[in-house]
């Protein structure tokens, strides 16, 4: 395992009050020509990123536990995708594909191709964002199937456009105001093992028994499924959940689509976190991690089900440009070359070494994930979940140096998305900082 070559410092450093003056004044500047509902978390404008830092404007460094939502995984300057970008970026930025295409999209298509679950046929096709994948993706298995319906779990979060929206389930701040929204979007229980106390087996039988009388089969385009879920609160299904879902759509004809935006791209010591239980998706949505913080996303599917749409029919101005897929395939080979998949489960291990002792207090409901994916769910002394708790942590570790965001739809769960080329120093100083705040707070 090759480690990540750094070109910053890899030290925590806060210079006097946050934010600092430089920041201040950029965030001033925000304030008067952006609108509100664009509101940073970070109190300092960032100048210049590597490996587990964040440098800001006033030269503050921050400890990175969000890596741009789980986007900046091979670092956020790493020096092969840099030079790759670099080197695409001299020669041409974009023709658009459709119209003018080059080898670098075909590239991108074939890795996915080889990559991702199953021996089958598989086709690719490239877009921007992580809301146009699943977009497209349902549109697809529309086209294929013939029906209409669309299935996702509660807690969901597919994106912020009005289809995904719809798709989505955390009310506020993602969907209050924006509706009214698309139609024939059917929300089923996933399973949730903290709360709901049930087996993968007895979890996916009330997912079923939701899908077969409140939809039907016969009208069901395809069921989407984060396979841990990002914004609702980083959920890992019970076991056999999964698999027991997906042969639920094979036999009755429903396309499966994993959304692997959030989890996919080794985040949790895999390519995909389909992987962990075996399971094939008929369909596989990618973003974030995928081109190391360029703009892509990707579908990728079996192939007769790729091929339905007629020829024009998918596509778009911008989608797989060129200088993204130089990103993405510079990051893939990082990805193999340097074994990241080995890093984020590395970095998992040492995660339950440092948060051994606070998972066993009674205000800690649930430690969860896989890899570089991971969270910790808190409650009151009454079992009920403990927002202000969460909001004082998350605060107080920014206030002294160290970026981590929270989820869930009772925000009452810590998330960790490092880099997966952050220093193991790093990564047990802001964890035993957490730790610390926990028990200021508690």
């Known amino acids: 395992m090759r480690e990540p070559e750094y070109r910053l410092e890899q030290t925590r450093k806060v210079v006097g009050q946050l934010p600092g003056p430089k920041s201040a004044e950029w965030d001033a500047r925000r304030k008067a020509a952006l609108p509100a509902g664009l509101n940073p978390g970070l109190p300092g404008y960032v100048v210049d990123a590597d490996g587990g830092i964040l440098v800001d404007a006033d030269g503050n460094r921050f400890i990175d536990f969000a890596s741009g939502i789980a986007v900046t995984s091979a670092g956020a300057s790493n020096p092969a995708v840099v030079q790759a970008v670099q080197e695409a970026v001299a020669h041409f930025t974009h023709t658009s594909f459709p119209i003018s295409p080059y080898s670098s999209y075909v590239e991108v298509a074939e890795k996915l191709n080889t990559v991702t679950p199953g021996d089958h046929e598989k086709r690719t096709i490239l877009f921007n964002s992580g809301a146009e994948a699943i977009e497209n993706a349902v549109k697809i298995a529309r086209n ?41 979007v059917f929300r089923a229980p996933m399973s949730y093992p903290v709360r709901d106390g049930l087996s993968g087996e007895e979890a996916a039988k009330r997912t079923i028994t939701t899908l077969e009388q409140e939809i039907g089969a016969s009208n ?201 080329a952050i220093p193991e120093h790093l990564w047990r100083e802001g964890l035993q900082a957490v730790v610390d705040k926990f028990h200021e707070f508690k």
Request: hydrophobic share 45%.
């Open 144 to 184: 294929y199937s013939g029906k209409t319906s669309v299935a996702v779990m509660d807690r969901a979060f597919h994106g912020r456009t009005n289809l995904t929206m719809a798709m989505t389930a955390k009310q506020s701040p993602y969907k209050s105001g924006f509706g009214p929204f698309a139609p024939d």
């Open 220 to 420: 069901l385009a395809c069921v989407v499924i984060e396979p841990i879920q990002g914004e609702g609160g980083f959920v890992v299904p019970a076991e056999g959940y999964l698999p027991a879902i997906v042969q639920w759509c094979k036999d009755n004809d429903v396309i499966f689509i994993a959304d692997e935006i959030q989890a996919g791209m080794m985040r949790t010591g895999t390519w995909f976190a389909s992987e962990h239980e075996g399971i094939v998706p008929d369909m596989i949505t990618t973003a974030k991690g995928i081109a190391s913080g360029m703009p892509l996303s990707a579908v990728t599917g079996r192939a007769e089900i790729m091929d339905a749409p007629q020829p024009g029919g998918l596509g778009g101005t911008y989608t797989g440009n060129p200088v993204a897929c130089a990103a993405a395939l510079a990051t893939f080979k990082e990805f193999e070359e340097k074994d990241f998949g080995a890093r984020a489960t590395r970095l998992e291990d040492i995660a339950r070494e440092e948060l051994a002792e606070l998972i066993k207090d009674e205000r800690v409901a649930d430690f969860r994930g896989r890899g570089a994916m991971l969270a910790l769910e808190f409650v009151t002394a009454d079992g009920e979940p403990d927002p202000e708790l969460v909001h004082k942590i998350a605060a107080a570790a920014k206030e002294e140096g160290i970026l981590i965001l929270t989820c869930g739809l009772d925000h009452n769960v810590i998330r960790f998305l490092p880099s997966l």
